[in-house]
């Protein structure tokens, strides 16, 4: 069974959708959680992290993180195309030093 | 100016053959890794240097050996390349005093035929 649970899509949305991406853990060691995005032929980019549970927001995106369900979310608020991309949750164990395990990612598509 | 830099981004080779693949920081972060993501777009980790030393070192074939000249340069080597070697590997590189701070590079697709 996988550490980390993650629905790979294909999600497709109209634009000035509000979009909500989920991750599952298994690992209550798992202490860091992150949500990347990557655009198709590129790395993956930080879009943003969170420590606790609770919620994060950043413009239109919001992590929203519950430790006691071991389920993390994003919400993208007024999708737009240039959203278009594959969204990965990543997450940090403090005992596994910096290893990033990841889920497998889900591809959205913003329509316009 | 590319914080972490990959050469090449595309390596298309003969099964048996030996590939190198360099990666590069300017970012002044202490360690460096090299992830694989294979063709459902998982990714793994496969090595970790903290400042030149061997930190992490997953379950790979042995036919993979990471080098890591100086804390800024991560080099990955594959003997006798296999057609299940074909992926997208990426290097990545992060700050020690915030480990999430991941930075990526752009990838090197490596297709073995």
């Known amino acids: 069974q996988k550490e980390v649970e993650q629905d790979p899509g294909p999600l497709s949305v109209p634009e000035g959708a509000i979009v909500s991406l989920n991750c599952t853990y298994s690992?209550?060691?798992?202490?860091?959680f992150m949500w990347y995005r990557q655009y198709s032929r590129k790395g993956p980019e930080l879009l943003m992290y969170?420590?606790?549970?609770g919620n994060k927001e950043d413009g239109r995106f919001t992590a929203q993180v519950d430790k006691s369900s071991k389920y993390i979310s994003l919400f993208i608020r007024d999708s737009q195309p240039s959203d278009s991309a594959t969204y990965l949750c990543?997450?940090?164990?403090?005992?596994?030093?910096?290893?990033?395990?990841f889920g497998e990612g889900t591809q959205l598509t913003v329509n316009p | 100016d590319t914080a972490v830099s990959q050469t090449p981004k595309y390596l298309v080779t003969q099964m048996g053959n030996d590939k190198s693949i360099k990666c590069e920081q300017n970012l002044g972060h202490d360690t460096m890794y090299w992830y694989k993501q294979d063709s459902k777009k998982f990714l793994k980790i496969m090595f970790s240097y903290n400042n030149k030393e061997l930190i992490i070192n997953e379950t790979v074939p042995n036919r993979f050996s990471p080098k890591s000249p100086d804390k800024a340069h991560l080099n990955l080597h594959i003997n006798s390349l296999e057609l299940g070697d074909s992926a997208v590997y990426f290097c990545?590189?992060?700050?020690?005093?915030?480990?999430?701070?991941?930075?990526f590079g752009s990838g090197t697709r490596l297709t073995v035929v």
């Open positions: 690992n209550s060691a798992f202490q860091y």
């Open positions: 990543a997450m940090i164990k403090e005992t596994s030093g910096s290893r990033l395990t």
């Open positions: 990545a590189s992060s700050p020690r005093a915030r480990v999430y701070g991941y930075t």
């Open positions: 969170t420590y606790s549970s």
